[in-house]
């Protein structure tokens, strides 16, 4: 069946760059558009950026300075990069189909020292 | 930015009576090719969203029917007919038409 599995660390220290990676099994990584989106602990869903085979991307304008998002067809991953990570970025990091019909079992990512 | 505003923000409800939560877009989601990409999301505790409603009104598969999406202009309606207890969750409503994507603040359904 279809899977998104995201990998990465899950603590960051401030200023550090946020690297993760989602693996996506069971169907081809060309056929949709994928998403970061991320949930700050009790609060509700963000999203962060998209990606598509083509090189497409489209970022949320706040964290726009800070993020790339890339894919791998070779691998069939696509990944994110935030840098300069803050407190505030303390998140639950989803990746999924854009559309939100596919959705990883997402990585609790904490920033501290 | 298409902001999305959901209400009511808590819904305590009654076992088997119905549920209904707006959401209205500041902007039409009516994308160019015809299609109005408002999708609802479900939430439980310590789960990942699940797509329940796809395109205003389109169930994905294996939702069952006592969900039901809607729309009237840019106000986007979900309905449960009957709540279960498994419905206990946090729901979502989020735009795919305009970027950036944008999520509703989230509505917490709760059993009385």
């Known amino acids: 069946q279809v899977q998104l599995q995201e990998s990465g660390p899950g603590l960051v220290k401030p200023s550090e760059t946020l690297s993760l990676t989602c693996t996506v099994s069971?169907?081809?990584?060309?056929?949709?558009?994928w998403s970061w989106i991320r949930q700050p602990p009790g609060k509700g869903l963000e999203w962060i950026g998209s990606?598509?085979?083509?090189?497409?991307?489209s970022y949320d304008p706040s964290l726009k300075s800070r993020l790339t998002i890339s894919l791998d067809m070779s691998k069939s991953q696509f990944s994110l990069n935030l840098r300069s990570m803050t407190a505030a970025d303390t998140a639950v990091y989803y990746c999924a189909e854009r559309g939100g019909g596919l959705w990883g079992q997402g990585i609790l990512v904490t920033v501290s020292s | 930015d298409a902001v999305l505003t959901q209400s009511p923000l808590s819904l305590p409800v009654t076992l088997g009576q119905p549920a209904s939560i707006s959401c209205t877009s500041s902007?039409?989601?009516?994308?160019?090719?015809?299609?109005?990409?408002l999708n609802w999301f479900q939430q439980r505790p310590g789960q990942s969203p699940r797509r329940l409603i796809n395109?205003?009104?389109n169930r994905d598969s294996g939702v069952p029917d006592r969900f039901s999406g809607s729309a009237s202009g840019t106000v986007f309606t979900l309905k449960i007919s009957r709540v279960e207890a498994e419905d206990v969750g946090v729901y979502y409503c989020m735009q795919d038409t305009h970027s950036p994507r944008t999520f509703g603040q989230g509505t917490k359904v709760e059993i009385k």
């Open positions: 990606v598509h085979y083509t090189g497409s991307t």
């Open positions: 395109r205003v009104s």
């Open positions: 069971g169907i081809s990584i060309s056929v949709h558009y």
């Open positions: 902007q039409t989601l009516l994308y160019t090719d015809g299609n109005t990409y």
